[in-house]
């Protein structure tokens, strides 16, 4: 017997006041959904049902889905109509879990023991005792304990609401079962919609055994329906992925101010202060260094490197030894060699830097190639930019460049040159030799600056 998963995204989530659909609003930089996805795949069902309605083409668009069947609800009639919708796809023989697109942070571990029970032919359901049960459905028992049905906020009395046993929306059934109660459902509450959670009553008066699991972490199964909801789940998910990063091994003076919004892969004694902002796909070697206030996406960093604070990092590879910062910028396919230096207000794109070599201050380099052992003095600019086309700039190895340079692109320097401060550089530089293009400096001896006239 198979398991198949139901994934209820088809809402707009009119709470969020947004003209987003809410399962594509992003957590630790990924949509809702696409975190559901994972454990849905995690789970290993052998087929995932979207259920998708608002903003369909969008959802589409932004979810990779080569193992997902796509479920149009055009009209959002409720959570059941939606169940309802999924199910001519899926063989009665099957387990089905319903899962909702707004719930992202459950795991795999707390859904398993639902689609055991679901598998020996029990209806199951995921509850969790919460202080301020506000907002969800109530679930109800009978004098003996066990569960009777669900109540929705809206249609629940005042003792009702005053229970804490709140439904988490997860729900596992035999297919076959599942698919005659969705069927039999009807929209006469409060809100006028086809409620999946009706089909735990209707199991009960079919004499179906049901069964709560009691979530034991609840921050996993709260809800996202306003953006206060999805602040508090933000939180909760780099909480917990700040302290995966400290127990292995990394320092991290004030763990609630870590971001991170991808995958990190990080070696021994890491050092990451406050505020760094970590997207995409980040590779940190040993005993390295990130100081506050950096935001990196996509970077390779090799051993020994120390990023400086407010450093802005994007699609950059970094060589062992190198120290980075403060305030410097590195632009997309910047490679830096091994022990190099990228100082303060030192903008870098598309270039490659050799090894050893330094670029400490008020800089910008972009479409160059830089050999090892360079020093690029302060305030040089590669004009690589014609207005109409980029020109690439070529510096050898061992090359020194003077203050406020300017190169202006297509440009060689080659290994070894020297280039004088002030140097505006429109042709190929040779080898070994000093070159510089200056005015030459006057003195106006006995020169007066003029005066104020005298008023009146
Ligand atoms: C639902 C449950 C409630 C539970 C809570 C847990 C129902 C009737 N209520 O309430 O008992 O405590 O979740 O978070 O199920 N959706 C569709 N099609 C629709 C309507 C909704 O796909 O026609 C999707 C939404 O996109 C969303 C999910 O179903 O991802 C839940 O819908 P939502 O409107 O947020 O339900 P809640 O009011 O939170
Ligand atoms: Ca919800």
Known sequence: MS??????????????????????HPLAGRPLLAHVIDTARALQGSDIHVVIGHGAEQVQALIPDSDIQWVLQADQLGTGHAVAQ????????NTVLVMYGDVPLVSR????????????????LLTAELDNPAGYGRILHHADGSICGIVEEKDASSAEKALHEINTGFIAAPAARLRGWVEALDNNNAQGEFYLTDVIA??????????GVMAENINEVLGINDRRQLAVQ???????????????????PDP???DLRGELTAGQDIYIDINAVLEGKIILGDRVTIGPNV?????TVGDDVTILANCVIEDAEIGAGSRIGPFARLR???RLAAHTHVGNFVEIKKSDVGEGSKINHLSYIGDTSIGADVNIGAGTITCNYDGANKHRTVIGDRVFIGSDTQLVAPVEIQAGATIGAGSTITRDVPANELTLSRTQQQTHTGWKRPVKKPKG
Do not use: H, Y
């Open 3 to 24: 398991l198949s998963i139901i994934i209820l995204a088809a809402g707009q989530g009119t709470r969020m006041r947004s003209a987003r659909p809410k399962v594509l």
């Open 234 to 252: 933000e939180r909760c998910f780099q909480q917990r992925q700040a302290e995966r990063c400290l127990q292995a091994g990394i320092t991290l």
């Open 109 to 124: 571990e707390t859904l398993e023991p639902l689609c055991s029970l679901a598998a020996r032919g029990m209806a199951a």
């Open 202 to 211: 209707r199991a009960v008066t079919e004499g179906t055994s049901v069964r």
């Open 332 to 334: 997309p396919e910047t």
């Open 295 to 299: 935001v990196m996406r996509n970077a």
């Open 256 to 258: 609630a101010r870590f």
């Open 86 to 93: 999924a199910m001519p796809a899926i063989a009665d023989g």
